[in-house]
């Protein structure tokens, strides 16, 4: 299962592009890596046209166009052993077929010299990849991946390149992944025809799912000349317009190497990767002007728009009066033009986010509404990048109040500027996150320059962060500047606009009426011969589904090729005052990390449901010595910001125990950390929970937020339901990180006063922000001389007054045991497409038997589970896996088909044992590094130790394990699968979504929960 990100770019409040720094203590910058390639001169087919030393993050960058074809070529060399390979196209649209999001899907069906069906899940089992992807925006496709290996990097680049320029396209790949006609009885020519295919099937979903809906009408909406007014991913209606010709005809002309943008990072030799290329693939081609492609900048408005449009009814929403949404947008500046869109992503910053923010204060706080919706923020991801404000669950009634305030906002903004603290907090956000050094760095340069690239943007000068950084500073500064930008990009900008979403109860059915007349008129036109084309398509391809290919031709790293890339990190523990600390010194570029574990295992029942609330509010108050805007002032100008999470973690031997707390953190510039840990006692000496219209307001937004993303997660939501029928740790879980969850705050919600509310997170406070409670770890690089001194310090204070206690690194909680009969339950939930999962316990982590069970689950997921469930039975995924206290997962995502999934997880053991042949040495081997593909990803520096810190995971133990996976033998898997997996064995099973009939055997007992009544 891939995430495509069809509306990559849209969805979220955009920060500053995640890049990372690193300094140059830490990776000395090798002369020359590529001494064969100068500007000017040509190297396997291609020109270098530039080279330049990015200092900010120690890079050397070669561009270079192919020659004959043209085709673009990024190289960052770096001295960082997670390199990166990426091909791209500009995926231009004029049509809502879906037509590039069904060609992602297709080429990956099988190329010339790779004819397999999905080789990039198959290559999952015979890499070390560390990222692999295909993802669709809304105006390119682009196939990067990662890996430490070199020849594992070698390999999965052939499969790549030859997925991209050389996919077989057959028909009955655009059949079964775009879409088909199909007999609902395979072998009855007599039963009902319907739409069945994979992009098919995703796109209903991704139309059910009200924020998507909101974001892909909205970009239609205020872009409607162009590729931007069409759907990329494909509208359900339009998609049974595309034919195989069309899709055939769209890759010649846009995976064409004239049309594509090739990336590649890190410290493998680049000639290596042009020598490649050019040999096998672009010195074949002739050049091909991709200027169809080409998105032209939108015609500005004369007048500001206006649309609606209407939502299907979200059961677990809020009261269907309130479930409206609205947003104002403005077409802003060129991408092209990067000083503009950073300075635009820092100004949307200063505008909509946090307390201090102006749309903060006069919409938020107004207490109308459920918070931002999803595509507020700046998005700088399309060649005319957005400004958008928008709120989710608010009355009809208040559109006209909202877009008032909203007006009003800006004309305040022009009047009064910013405040210079106000600024100085964004800026040194921007500063922070540029030292703050991620793994994953080479990709997320990738990602943030692909838009820009696809725009033919100065992606070199993108890079020089620092430069752009000190324009930004003076020009921020100077009130007047604030008040031009200002003045231009929103008092007389005309092209604007203004779009509600509101709930149609008709939503569903309207959809089915178009669906079905859509399948009427299709059937309507069939010939005999059509007709009968039909049904052989079907049984051929039901046929080709069931078939068992042969992956010889794909290439496989060998056991010889793989080496341990990891070593216990320099770990020192001590005892401050009753608190145990943690402390790593590590490469962290002049950055200090905190993290900390409170225990609530003393909490009451009542406190303890509102747990992930009072994380939510923590901050979000007036402290002993700031105001709530003050305070945040305060955090945003030292740290990162504060994060608080609900930690609940499965023992790693033993399977009834647990530990429950919340887990806080920060990080801050070495010569902060003394403000940053002053910012931590005031919250340690409880802020002051009294202001009930805050509280209020931040309850409305919380509840609001939790709705959500389910249906993304679903099947994670699923194996959570699934498990707290087995497990009490697991219920635990649930009740704090559930469906359930949701569905206790919504009835909080309705039935709470708010001065109860206030007083149980007071009293939650008081128990749990305590000295006595807490342990803590610290990352940080030798250049933090003093950090001894002050943390001793913070401890000091923070344990004064405190009865002191026994030490406990980590307090684990009994959780007493489940009656084992086999239950289900069913969510209902008002959603097309189902998850299921079904759980079984076996045992846990440090148990010999865990290792064959974990390399197990990776057999069967990709030799039962994603055959059967995912290209037989339709779902969009389905596999299994185990948790660390050795609980089973099987599960299924986007499922028409329930009760056969369930049924298949049910034959799991009858499966195995009837293919024990299939247990050959390479499909073991295959197994085993997918597991070795997780576990020896890059850690960043600042989580060094910290499966210790917070789940008791030492090095050593994590290396028992790796040898214990790389030990599996072939007879374990069928052995473990018979003695824990079998029919007999006590289970759990989940399915969440609407109308399942039958559902539960004889021997289980199902419950049924519905959302909130309305
Ligand atoms: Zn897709």
Redo the contacts with the bound molecule.
């Keep these: 299962m891939?995430s495509?990100l069809?509306k990559h770019g849209y969805m979220r409040l955009r920060h500053l592009p995640e890049i990372r720094h690193y300094s140059g203590s830490i990776l000395k910058k090798k002369e020359h890596l590529a001494k064969n390639i100068q500007p000017g001169k040509a190297v396997h087919g291609f020109l270098c046209s530039e080279i330049e030393h990015i200092k900010e993050y120690n890079i050397t960058a070669y561009f270079l166009v192919h020659e004959k074809t043209k085709t673009e070529y990024l190289h960052l060399e770096r001295d960082d052993t997670n390199n990166v390979f990426s091909v791209g196209f500009r995926t231009t649209p004029l049509d809502s077929m879906g037509t590039p999001?069904i060609l992602?899907?297709t080429v990956l069906c099988g190329s010339e010299k790779y004819p397999v069906r999905d080789p990039f899940f198959k290559m999952l089992n015979r890499s070390l990849a560390t990222f692999m992807n295909a993802l669709?925006g809304p105006d390119y496709t682009f196939y990067p991946f990662s890996s430490q290996n070199e020849v594992d990097y070698r390999n999965l680049q052939k499969v790549y390149l030859d997925a991209v320029f050389k996919p077989n396209l057959s028909r009955l790949d655009f059949l079964q992944e775009g879409w088909r006609l199909e007999h609902t009885k395979l072998d009855d020519k007599n039963s009902e025809l319907q739409f069945k295919g994979?992009?098919y099937n995703?796109m209903k979903g991704a139309f059910s799912e009200t924020s998507s809906l909101f974001g892909q009408k909205f970009i239609n909406t205020i872009l409607p000349k162009g590729t931007y007014g069409y759907v990329s991913?494909g509208d359900p209606i339009r998609i049974p317009e595309l034919t195989h010709e069309h899709l055939k005809k769209f890759h010649a002309t846009h995976y064409h190497p004239s049309n594509a943008r090739i990336y590649s990072y890190g410290s493998f030799p680049l000639e290596a990767n042009l020598k490649f290329v050019n040999e096998a693939y672009l010195s074949k081609y002739d050049y091909l002007n991709p200027q169809d492609t080409i998105v032209a900048q939108q015609e500005r408005w004369k007048s500001p728009k206006r649309a609606e449009i209407p939502c299907r009814v979200d059961q677990y929403g809020g009261p269907i009066e309130k479930q409206n949404q609205i947003a104002i947008g403005y077409v802003m500046s060129d991408i092209t033009n990067i000083y503009e869109t950073f300075m635009l992503t820092a100004l949307a910053e200063l505008m909509i986010i946090g307390p201090n923010s102006a749309f903060y204060k006069s919409l938020i706080e107004k207490n109308i509404s459920g918070g931002y919706n999803s595509l507020t923020g700046y998005d700088n991801q399309i060649r005319d990048t957005l400004f958008v404000i928008g709120l989710r669950d608010v009355e009809k009634s208040k559109f006209e109040t909202v877009e008032k305030i909203a007006n009003q906002t800006i004309e305040d903004i022009f009047a009064k500027g910013f405040e210079k603290d106000h600024i100085e907090s964004v800026l040194h956000g921007f500063e922070l996150s540029i030292k703050h050094q991620s793994p994953k760095f080479g990709l997320n340069v990738l990602f943030n320059l692909m838009p820009l690239w696809n725009h033919n943007g100065p992606i070199l000068n993108a890079l020089k962060v620092n430069e752009l950084l000190t324009k930004l500073k003076t020009n921020l500064m100077n009130p007047i500047y604030v008040k031009d930008v200002i003045e231009k990009y929103f008092l007389s900008n005309n092209h604007k606009l203004i779009m509600t979403m509101q709930p149609d109860p008709k939503f569903d059915d309207t959809f089915n009426e178009a669906e079905a007349k859509s399948l009427q008129s299709k059937v309507a036109a069939l010939t005999k011969e059509d007709r009968e084309k039909i049904y052989q398509d079907g049984l051929e391809l039901s046929e080709a589904q069931k078939k068992v290919e042969q992956l010889d031709s794909l290439p496989c790293l060998k056991i010889e090729e793989i080496t341990l890339n990891k070593t216990a990190p320099p770990l020192r523990h001590a005892v401050a005052e009753t608190i145990p600390l943690q402390l790593c010194e590590a490469n962290t570029n002049g950055v200090t990390y905190f993290k900390g574990v409170l225990g609530t295992e003393s909490l009451k029942e009542t406190q303890r449901q509102l747990l992930p609330f009072f994380n939510y509010v923590l901050d979000k108050f007036d402290t002993k010595s700031y105001n709530y805007r003050d305070f945040d002032k305060y955090v945003s100008k030292s740290t990162s910001g504060l994060s608080f999470i609900t930690h609940i973690t499965e023992h790693i031997d033993q399977q009834e125990q647990y530990e429950q707390g919340v887990l806080i953190g920060s990080h801050c510039l070495d010569e902060n950390l003394p403000k940053m840990l002053d910012i931590w006692s005031e919250i340690f000496n409880k802020p002051n929970f009294g202001n009930s219209e805050r509280m209020t307001m931040l309850l409305t937004n919380y509840c609001s937020s939790l709705t959500s993303g389910i249906i993304d997660s679903g099947h994670t939501y699923a194996m959570q339901a699934a498990r707290s029928l087995i497990s009490s740790v697991d219920q635990c879980k649930e009740n704090l990180l559930g469906l359930h969850h949701v569905i206790s705050m919504q009835e909080i919600q309705k039935n709470y006063k708010i001065d109860e509310i206030q007083s149980i997170v007071d009293q939650i406070a008081k128990q749990v922000l305590k000295g006595s409670n807490l342990r803590a770890a610290f990352h940080y690089s030798n250049t933090n001389k003093d950090i001894h001194n002050i943390v001793d310090k913070f401890c000091t204070e923070l344990c004064k007054g405190d009865e002191g206690k026994e030490l406990n690194r980590i307090n684990w909680t009994d959780s007493g045991k489940t009656a084992k009969e086999n239950r289900g339950i069913h969510i209902s939930m008002n959603i097309p497409v189902n998850f299921c999962a079904k759980v079984i316990p076996t045992v846990a982590y440090t148990d010999p038997d865990f290792a064959k069970l974990r390399v197990l689950s990776r057999f069967l997921s990709s030799k039962y589970l994603h055959p059967i469930v995912r290209e037989q039975n339709g779902a969009y995924g389905g596999g299994a896996t185990i948790t660390m206290d050795g609980v089973f997962n099987f599960y299924s995502y986007r499922d028409p088909n329930s009760n056969v999934t369930l049924d298949v997880f049910d034959k799991t053991a009858d499966w195995m044992a009837n293919n024990t042949s299939l247990v050959d040495d390479q499909n073991l081997f295959e197994a085993k590094l997918s597991i070795l593909q997780q576990m020896d990803q890059p850690v960043p520096e600042y989580m060094k130790g910290i499966d210790l810190f917070l789940y008791g995971l030492s090095y050593d133990i994590w290396q028992t394990q790796r040898e214990r996976v790389l030990a599996v033998q072939n007879e374990d898997l069928a052995e473990v699968c018979k003695k824990y997996l079998s029919a007999d064995k006590w289970y759990g099973k989940c399915v969440i979504g609407e109308g399942v009939a039958n559902l539960g055997k004889e021997n289980e007992a199902w419950e049924r929960l519905s959302g909130p009544q309305q």
Excluded: A, K, S
């Design positions: 891939y495509r069809h999001h992602e899907h669709t994979v992009v995703e991913g």
